[in-house]
């Protein structure tokens, strides 16, 4: 005999946590399907009510009748589903929480990466306070250098001497 439920096993607090706002009334409704599922369930007795044999043969007068339909009903075996599948869930759970992992570390590694930079700016002088010598001192890449870069106004790379476009020189390479 199958083991009989008597609560819904699932966590609806944490699940509904986890769930999009946009998503909380497809969630109230599948709680409300599952709850009167599970009251269904209970409204029938677990065991399957004993038949009183004796009563039908002493009302039923074909002979032999309640006995072969008494034999075929206790012979009678509903088989329970196998659970098949619950391993192949553990082992997919097992995989999903490796890539969910391996994304945290990732995460928390990016995450330390930009509070570097982040803490690296916040040391900067305040852009409106920077001098145009702080300025070449901050970002030497991005600071104008007359002296050993010299450059032609608006002082773009594609207003200086040697430019090639590289859309144009892509191009010419095919």
């Known amino acids: ?9 699932v ?32 409204a029938n007795p677990p065991e399957v009510p004993k038949i ?9 007068p074909v002979a032999g009748m309640v006995d072969n339909f008494q034999k075929q009903f206790e012979a009678l075996t509903i088989p329970y589903p196998a659970d098949t599948l619950t391993a192949k869930v553990d082992a997919q759970w097992a995989e999903i929480k490796k ?9 928390n590694a990016s995450i330390a990466t930009y509070q570097k930079q982040i803490s690296e700016t916040k040391a900067l002088l305040p852009f409106d306070q920077m001098t145009m010598e702080d ?21 773009t790379p594609d207003e200086q001497e ?3 476009d590289p859309e144009k020189q892509a ?3 095919h």
């Open 162 to 164: 040697g430019y090639v």
């Open 11 to 42: 966590n609806w607090a944490s699940l509904a946590e986890r769930v999009p706002a946009e998503q909380k009334t497809n969630l109230a409704a599948f709680k409300i399907k599952s709850d009167s599922y599970l009251r269904r369930v209970l």
């Open 1 to 9: 005999m199958a083991k009989r439920i008597s609560q819904s096993s």
């Open 99 to 107: 890539s969910i992992e391996a994304f945290v570390n990732e995460s």
């Open 52 to 60: 009183n044999w004796a009563q039908y043969k002493n009302t039923i």
């Open 171 to 173: 191009q010419s390479a």
């Open 135 to 155: 300025v070449r001192d901050s970002y030497p890449e991005l600071a104008l250098d007359p002296l050993n870069k010299p450059t032609f106004w608006p002082h």
